[in-house]
């Protein structure tokens, strides 16, 4: 079955580093999505992208995030000036089409220290 | 925006009994209702969904159910396995304005089955 695959599984940084989440969606799918996850929460949405731009986002997806689609295959989410509250689970995800049930990548741990 | 609320946040039941879990939701243009089974330090996994044309859907011991007038939707699993033992979320989808889309999560329940 395919799968999102995304890099790395855990990263610890500094405060006030930036730091890239890497992500890799299923191949024929057009709808990347990121949600973060902060412990024992919720999943809460951060962007959507399709047709290499945003489409949607939501309000913790501020001037400190942003997403890239650089080579047709990588989705990435860079972190800029990381804070400590930025530390939880990320997720990727991608979908073949707007209205369907999205494939959660396995997550990156980003801890902020 | 979508608010999801979900109930209960833990819920423990025998081996072989069944387990309801509900969900609200405030937007009626919501469309589409997926539920995700997330065991501890794993990602979210689809178990079942359901779409606002469809009022129930089953799958094995699996079942969904979609009140769009009451704008609520519930999972039932029945003849638990300590294997259904997770965090289970409901999740609402709702396409926005600029032509995105998002899910918007409910904030889990805790399913433990016991022997």
């Known amino acids: 079955e395919p799968e999102v695959t995304q890099t790395p599984s855990h990263q610890v940084t500094q405060m006030g580093q930036e730091v890239i989440l890497r992500c890799v969606p299923i191949?024929?799918?057009?709808?990347f999505y990121w949600y973060r996850q902060i412990l024992g929460q919720k999943v809460e949405f951060l962007v959507s992208?399709?047709?290499?731009?945003?489409?949607?986002k939501s309000e913790i997806f501020d001037d400190q995030f942003s997403v890239e689609r650089p080579d047709g295959s990588n989705f990435t989410l860079k972190i800029r000036s990381t804070k400590l509250e930025d530390s939880a689970m990320y997720f990727c995800?991608?979908?073949?089409?707007?209205?369907?049930?999205?494939?959660f990548g396995s997550g990156t741990r980003l801890t902020v220290v | 925006g979508e608010n999801v609320e979900q109930h209960p946040s833990t819920l423990s039941v025998q081996e072989g009994d069944s387990a309801v879990i509900k969900c609200t939701y405030s937007?009626?243009?919501?469309?589409?209702f997926p539920w995700y089974k997330q065991e501890l330090g794993k990602r979210p996994q689809l178990i079942i969904d359901?779409?606002?044309?469809?009022g129930e859907k089953k799958d094995q011991r699996i079942a969904v159910t979609l009140n769009k007038t009451a704008k609520h939707f519930s999972l039932h699993i029945t003849e638990t396995q300590p294997e259904d033992s997770a965090v289970y979320f409901c999740?609402?989808?709702?396409?926005?304005?600029?032509?995105?889309?998002?899910?918007?999560f409910g904030t889990g329940t805790q399913l433990k089955v016991e022997l």
């Open positions: 995800a991608s979908g073949a089409s707007r209205n369907y049930g999205y494939t």
């Open positions: 359901i779409r606002s044309n469809v």
């Open positions: 999740a609402a989808h709702l396409e926005g304005r600029g032509g995105g889309n998002k899910l918007t």
């Open positions: 992208f399709y047709n290499n731009e945003i489409s949607e």
């Open positions: 191949s024929n799918h057009l709808y």
């Open positions: 937007d009626s243009a919501s469309n589409y």
